[in-house]
């Protein structure tokens, strides 16, 4: 009686530790695979304009006075 006890508690702790290593490989490759589909998208909102850097005519006229 005591094996048979013994034998379903390590089959028992083998499942819970098989499921959990599937759910944790789970919430992490979902995880990545939305990061990766969020990157390859251009932007997640359209009303949002990209930043264009415009060049400062002040400066030059600041270095030509010094």
């Not at 599937?22 to 490759?29: N, S, V």
């Not at 990061?35 to 415009?54: E, F, H």
């Amino acid at each position: 009686m005591q094996t048979f006890l013994s034998e379903a508690i390590v089959l028992d702790a083998a499942l819970i530790s098989v499921l959990l290593a599937g759910w944790i490989t789970w919430f992490g490759l979902r995880g990545l695979f939305w990061l990766l589909s969020a990157a390859s998208r251009p932007t997640l909102n359209p009303s949002v304009q990209p930043i264009r850097v415009v060049a400062s005519r002040g400066q030059e006229s600041r270095r030509r006075a010094a």
